[in-house]
């Protein structure tokens, strides 16, 4: 009865949708205007690694993961107001955010 109709998921794409679903958790706790900038980014950033990121590039994968986790747990304090976009060169992507 639980089965669902669509694909069966990888973990490593678990745990990205969990990863989205945590910050957009997150941006409920912060004031409207805060919220939309920051559902706004993440929105932007997942859908460009979904484009520029070589689904086989694991490793890669990973560090986003790990980078997206500390983000979120940052995200998730009171005293952070919101995120910021931070160019930073990397081999793979040009994209990754540091929080205020």
Not at 66 to 87: C, E, F, I, M, Y
Request: aromatic share 8%; hydrophobic share 35%; glycine share 6%.
């Amino acid at each position: 009865m639980g089965a669902s109709s669509g694909p069966r998921l990888s973990g490593m794409q678990r745990q990205v949708l969990s990863l989205y679903r945590g910050f957009l958790r997150a941006a409920r706790l912060k004031s409207a205007d805060d919220r939309q900038k920051i559902e706004s980014l993440i929105s932007n950033e997942f859908r460009c690694n979904a484009k520029n990121v070589d689904r086989k590039n694991f490793l890669y994968i990973e560090y986003l993961l790990r980078h997206g986790k500390k983000q979120l747990d940052q995200l998730r304090s009171p005293d952070t107001v919101g995120l910021s976009a931070l160019n930073v060169s990397f081999s793979q992507t040009n994209h990754t955010h540091a929080l205020k």
